[in-house]
């Protein structure tokens, strides 16, 4: 590996909007949430770049002239939108008199979704995003919600690795939402079965997908999406221009669950299709519901993934309250690149005792999943 290195230059792009389309998409595989299309949304609609705190410099490895790997990677001036806090180590590196900002992140912006990271020869990518911390000055790197392969590896080359918790659904089969249920105890299938009643009274949901979502839809998400990121985040992170323009870039990856009451719409979720994997984004409305976040976010997702042989639905990150819906908990994975020793072997420490804490929680998940007893899961 040391010798193929030995080949490789690691370059700095100036956005994934930079890149031939065809060629990232090659890299990166068929995951909608790292294709061409999604990452230079951001970029074109300023969701990323000047005032964001977020530019995108992805990472390439070339050989000779040819891209043989790269990263989606952003220099950082905060850890917002981000879903792996890391605030508490900024101010500990601050307080010791250094600029923990900025650094480098690889990661989907605003998208606690765990996939590849690392498009292509993962330690060749690894060695170009060292290479480019060091040469730049920055604190750190850090690589969220990886797969455990890039994770293992990032491990060999001493980095630092943290776990997380999230809830996700997966598919064991079912033939209809009654058989999901079926796999449920009996308390819990009644308690859904009745959100679900209270839940839809007087609306009409429709699923949308692809092109079926038209302007007024998009119109209305950006309202919902308005009210939920305003209370979640203080201000929303992706900009109106990207609801103008995400129906055109993102097509039958783009699928929208909205409420209808007396044909208007009075809430909705917006989610991505993946080639294996139903991504919940975005979710909010303008009129309180009992249940209906359940419903639009977690129900109706299972509901399309199984009709349409999805194996898992993601619906973003934390929620205890998923577990009694049947969402499983699923441990995350990011590596931490840190070059000052002293620095790093605090959050190695650190790391240590959360990795315990998360192992305990998760056990305690497990245990208050509702299906039956005779139902592994």
Request: charged share 20%; with cysteine.
């Amino acid at each position: 590996m040391a010798d193929r290195e030995q080949f490789l230059t690691a370059r700095i792009a100036t956005g994934v909007a930079s890149i031939d389309p065809a060629l990232w998409d090659t890299l990166a595989g068929p995951d909608s949430l790292t294709s061409h299309a999604f990452l230079a949304l951001l970029e074109e609609t300023g969701s990323v770049g000047p005032g964001t705190g977020w530019t995108a410099i992805p990472v390439l490895a070339e050989q000779g002239t040819s891209i043989v790997g790269a990263a989606p990677a952003y220099l950082k001036t905060h850890s917002q939108g981000e879903y792996v806090f890391d605030h508490g180590w900024a101010e500990a590196w601050q307080r010791a008199g250094g600029a923990y900002y900025p650094k480098l992140q690889v990661a989907v912006p605003f998208t606690p979704c765990p996939g590849r990271r690392l498009f292509g020869e993962p330690a060749a990518l690894l060695a170009a995003v060292e290479a480019v911390t060091a040469q730049n000055g920055l604190s750190s790197a850090h690589i969220t919600f990886c797969t455990a392969e890039d994770a293992d590896a990032a491990q060999a080359r001493g980095w630092l690795l943290r776990h997380g918790l999230q809830y996700h659904w997966v598919n064991r089969g079912y033939q209809s939402f009654d058989n999901f249920l079926g796999a449920l105890a009996s308390r819990k299938r009644k308690a859904i079965r009745k959100e679900r009643a209270a839940a839809t009274q007087g609306l009409d949901v429709v699923p949308l997908r692809g092109a079926e979502i038209e302007p007024q839809h998009w119109d209305a998400m950006w309202t919902f999406y308005q009210d939920t990121g305003s209370r979640k985040w203080g201000h929303p992170y992706l900009t109106r221009a990207w609801f103008d323009r995400a129906g055109e870039m993102l097509g039958d990856s783009a699928l929208m669950f909205l409420a209808l009451r007396e044909g208007e719409p009075v809430a909705g979720a917006l989610n991505i299709v993946g080639p294996d994997t139903l991504y919940g984004r975005y979710w909010g409305c303008v009129e309180e519901v009992p249940f209906l976040h359940f419903e639009l976010s977690y129900y109706r997702a299972i509901d399309w993934a199984i009709a349409n042989g999805k194996s898992s639905v993601q619906a973003g990150a934390q929620g205890e309250h998923k577990l009694a819906r049947g969402y499983e908990p699923i441990i995350t994975r990011s590596v931490h690149f840190i070059p000052d020793a002293g620095f790093r072997s605090a959050i190695a420490d650190f790391l240590v005792s959360e990795r315990a804490a998360i192992e305990a929680e998760l056990g305690w998940c497990r245990e208050a999943l509702p299906y039956r007893s005779d139902v592994s899961s």
